[in-house]
């Protein structure tokens, strides 16, 4: 049996792929998820810059709530990050997650994201 973080690494490979290659010129917005915070980049593969970022460690989210390592802390930043990418002219993007699977506050931070603005 493989171990959790084999198929971590299974899933985040062939997910991330796919997201690199079928991305048809648009900004990646990538989500990395931690036991304690969660973290969103809109991220432009071609030239290799961050255009926006946003996590649960923002001063900005910190406000709005206690901790980041639930659902309510992952659509905030999703808020955040929609913004963010807004005032930077980014309105279409692909969503990476990462590797993680579509659930909890991977989803929160998604549907946040398309309710501030984002379309994916």
């Not at 490979?13 to 809109?42: D, E, P």
């Amino acid at each position: 049996m493989k171990s959790a973080k084999e198929l971590y690494l299974r899933r985040r490979h062939r997910t991330s792929g796919k997201v690199r290659v079928n991305n048809n010129g648009r900004m990646r917005l990538a989500v990395f998820r931690s036991s304690k915070h969660i973290y969103a980049q809109i991220i432009d593969d071609v030239k290799g810059l961050t255009l926006a970022a946003a996590s649960s460690v923002d001063l900005e989210v910190k406000k709005e709530v206690e901790k980041g390592t639930n659902v309510e802390a992952a659509s905030h930043v999703g808020k955040v990050v929609a913004q963010r990418a807004i005032k930077k002219g980014v309105n279409e993007v692909v969503f990476d997650r990462g590797g993680y699977l579509y659930h909890g506050r991977v989803k929160a931070l998604a549907e946040a994201a398309r309710e501030g603005g984002l379309s994916f």
